[in-house]
């Protein structure tokens, strides 16, 4: 908790959420004392929850200044305060005697994180109920953000105070610091880049595609991944496929990779946790299915935004990737086009790709990794002395998942 009274600079830290079921947890033990210092990754103390014991890390830089709850104190309700951290070595004496009920709260953060995957808070936000706020501030102009926040801003290099925040009260969280740059600054083009005299304009790279990687070098480092992979049977959706272009003009022609972005969005409405986004303490769930579609540019990789694809017709959403196929080639695509959806699709396949396990792109909780369709000779269905095996079309599907966001289970599910 964030808080104003007249003592030190200090956050209030609270008990999170460790599990699903998590209500309360104990404090087996301290792993530093007040007075310590402590930074990214620091372990600060074991919680045993209702369904493990894990480490309590620390996502930012700072000094113990009060330790609020003894180890072993049991049934510590989550939300609880637990510890109080400051900025300065010298403030932890102001805290001697302090017990937290001193303070008034502005906001709630999570200021450290478990060495495990957290489950989120079963909060769930629908898309309709959304509505961003600017940053807030408190009287002396102090920016409230979470501390994860905080840190991939200064990582990526983004400016707190020009972030909207879009946390309670304004509260800049970690979504919106990976939103910054592309709602707050137009696509460059690559005239835009200043020209270096020893190299070929090939080697510069578009703003967007800046992006991903910076995201995508963040994810791995900080988003539990796993993934799950499947064989499809492609039998029944290559009949599909044959009967919808049999009335189709040439050039017209739908083709496969359209029937699976269209049975992605299903699958997603079927399973609406894969449509969400995390947001550090909670979780915000989508109606519509908006995707991300991976392509390869002249000057880098791009994921053009279709949206509400789960209520499109198969045709209208062949002609739409034909157009953004056709505006990246010619390098008129809106910018708009970039912005982040709740699902992302990226097909391999036409690279001779078998499979791939493709990093999440926060704050998205899934991507979908396509490989190529293979004819296979497999057991027949209903074999006869006649036919024992047959002939198929498989393609390898690989869901990649953040644990945080979506467990086995429910990926298997989808």
């Keep these: 908790m964030r808080v104003l009274s007249t003592l030190p600079t200090h956050v209030v830290v609270g008990l999170p959420a460790l599990s699903p079921t998590m209500e309360s947890g104990t404090i087996s033990k301290w792993m530093l004392k007040e007075g310590d210092s402590f930074g990214p990754g620091d372990v600060l103390c074991q919680v045993e929850t209702d369904k493990a014991t894990v480490d309590f890390e620390s996502q930012e830089d700072g000094i113990v200044g009060k330790i609020l709850v003894p180890a072993g104190s049991k049934e510590i309700k989550v939300g609880d305060p637990i510890l109080i951290t400051v900025e300065e070595e010298s403030s932890v004496e102001a805290f001697k005697n302090h017990k937290g009920e001193e303070t008034s709260t502005v906001e709630t953060s999570n200021e450290v994180a478990p060495s495990k995957p957290s489950q989120p808070i079963k909060e769930i936000e629908t898309e309709k109920k959304f509505t961003p706020k600017s940053g807030a501030k408190n009287s002396t102009g102090r920016i409230f953000a979470s501390p ?3 840190y991939l801003a200064n990582q990526m290099n983004y400016p707190l105070e020009k972030i909207t925040g879009t946390g309670p ?48 070098t963040l994810s791995k480092q900080t988003i539990p991944h796993y993934y799950l992979t499947v064989d499809l049977n492609l039998d029944e959706m290559l009949e599909s496929m044959k009967l919808l272009n049999q009335s189709s003009s040439e050039g017209d022609e739908i083709s496969l990779n359209v ?31 908006n995707i991300n579609l991976f392509m390869a540019s002249e000057f880098g990789v791009i994921s053009p935004l279709i949206r509400n694809v789960q209520s499109k017709g198969i045709k209208a959403i062949s002609n739409e990737i034909k157009d953004l196929t056709e505006s990246v080639k010619e390098k008129s695509a809106d910018k708009s086009i970039h912005q982040s959806g709740t699902f992302s699709v990226i097909n391999l396949g036409s690279y001779g790709i078998n499979s791939l396990s493709p990093i999440v792109v926060p704050p998205q909780a899934c991507i979908l990794g396509l490989g190529a369709a293979e004819r296979k000779v497999v057991p027949s269905d209903s074999p006869s002395k006649d036919e024992v095996y047959k002939i198929s079309t498989y393609l390898k599907a690989t869901l990649s998942c953040d644990h945080r966001v979506v467990d086995g289970a429910v990926g298997a599910q989808w």
């Excluded at 969280?173 to 090939?202: C, L, R």
């Excluded at 029937?259 to 699958?267: E, I, N, Q, W």
């Design 148 to 150: 994860k926040a905080k």
């Design 169 to 216: 009260n304004g509260r800049i969280i970690s979504a919106d610091v990976y939103e910054y740059k592309e709602i707050s600054e137009p696509i460059k083009s690559p005239e835009d880049f200043d020209q270096v005299e020893e190299y070929s304009s090939v080697h510069q790279t578009e703003d967007f595609s800046d992006l991903l990687r910076q995201k995508m």
């Design 259 to 289: 029937l699976l972005v269209k049975a992605a969005s299903l699958a997603c409405k079927a399973v609406p946790s894969v449509n969400s986004f995390w947001m550090e303490n909670f979780v915000r769930q989508f109606e519509e299915v």
